[in-house]
């Protein structure tokens, strides 16, 4: 609300290795990646090399008991062909908590 970028920054990611499920919103494609680290402003993942391009999608992250609704700012592909995207969270609208109850509720991560 009241934050700048500075103030943003100052808030350090931690370590989180976990599996994950990432939905791309606008094609309603499911992904299962693995969450690196996160901060209460964004995470960073890893995901196989076959994922398409995501850079300025809306996502939806779930991870273990997080959900995170975010935009794909960054993918970079990895020297073993994976790829690192870095995404930033964005507030929950009431259609995108309409989807989570519809159809991620019963997501099997392991």
């Known amino acids: 609300m009241g934050e700048n ?10 370590s989180f290795p976990t599996r994950s499920v990432l939905v791309d919103c606008d094609a309603q494609k499911t992904y299962y990646v693995k969450t690196e680290n996160v901060s209460p402003l964004g995470m960073g993942i890893i995901a196989d090399a076959d994922i398409p391009n995501l850079v300025g999608k809306d996502v939806i992250v779930v991870a273990e008991t997080m959900v995170m609704y975010a935009d794909v700012n960054r993918q970079e592909k990895r020297e ?3 790829y690192i995207l870095g995404v930033s969270a964005r507030r929950f ?5 309409q989807y989570l109850f519809e159809h991620i509720g019963g997501v099997d991560l392991e």
């Open 5 to 14: 970028k500075d103030e943003r920054r100052k808030i350090q990611r931690v």
């Open 80 to 82: 073993d062909g994976s």
């Open 93 to 97: 609208t009431d259609d995108v908590l």
